[in-house]
């Protein structure tokens, strides 16, 4: 697991699979079922460039130093959007023990 304060995104993503799995196990007995629909997550990353420059002049005795920076900052927002299905199947996934088609 990464060493940073946040969260990458391949963390995120097994987090929210574990817990549609916690939830597919918990709904197992129950009456009222829910269908899935789309997971959408959205990521607000920062990017930061700085650049500095430094300036001495020697003329002995006396010294001299100029220091600059800059530095510009953008936040950048990512949206994502899964749609969860089961491995093989490609059918949508159902907050239940098992999962059975609609018929009229």
């Known amino acids: 697991m990464s060493q940073e304060p946040w969260a990458e995104l391949g963390e ?3 987090a ?3 817990e549609l799995r916690q939830a597919m196990a918990a709904g197992e007995d129950e009456e009222l079922k829910f269908r899935t629909g789309p997971v959408e997550l959205e990521f607000s990353v920062e990017v930061k460039k700085e650049g500095s ?14 220091r600059g920076g800059a530095s510009t900052e ?6 994502l959007t ?3 299905v089961l491995d093989g199947t490609g059918e949508e996934v ?3 023990d098992r999962w059975s088609p609609q018929t009229d």
């Open 53 to 66: 420059a430094r300036t001495k002049i020697l003329v002995l005795p006396w010294s001299a130093e100029v």
């Open 82 to 84: 899964l749609q969860p």
């Open 94 to 96: 159902t907050i239940a």
């Open 12 to 14: 995120t993503i097994s």
């Open 16 to 18: 929210i699979r574990s």
């Open 74 to 79: 953008r936040v950048h927002r990512i949206k």
